[in-house]
């Protein structure tokens, strides 16, 4: 139905920089909200960043100063930059869209697969 395909990432020293690209597509009228999410090792998956649709952004304290969130909507893409890497945002990202799939229907959340970012020291 609606599929989230992540791509970007890979292994990088610490204070390095990698860029995340997120690829929504399928039964999309409109995605609401767009967003990254971590799971470190042995951790819950934790919001790194969100956007929606009109631009506004949220950021974990975390990330920022050293990553952006931006959006594509005529594309239905999003993207992570992450600059001034460390060893702890090693983990799995996982872009996320909040997603209505007809004009009247309800949003619903769709996950990507995730792709593995490891930033060693």
């Known amino acids: 139905q609606v599929q989230l395909v992540e791509s970007g990432g890979g292994f990088v020293q610490a204070g390095g920089s990698l860029k995340l690209s997120c690829a929504a597509s399928?039964?999309?009228?409109?995605?609401?909200?767009m967003g990254w999410y971590r799971q470190a090792p042995e951790k819950q998956r934790d919001l790194v960043a969100s956007i929606t649709r009109l631009g506004n952004t949220n950021y974990a304290d975390s990330v920022k100063g050293r990553f952006t969130i931006s959006r594509d909507n005529a594309k239905n893409m999003a993207y992570l930059q992450m600059n001034s890497l460390k060893p702890e945002d090693t983990g799995v990202y996982y872009c996320?869209?909040?997603?209505?799939?007809?004009?009247?229907?309800?949003?619903?959340?769709?996950w990507g697969q995730g792709t593995q970012v490891t930033v060693s020291s």
């Open positions: 399928g039964r999309i009228f409109s995605i609401e909200t």
């Open positions: 996320n869209g909040q997603v209505a799939t007809s004009r009247w229907g309800t949003r619903n959340t769709f």
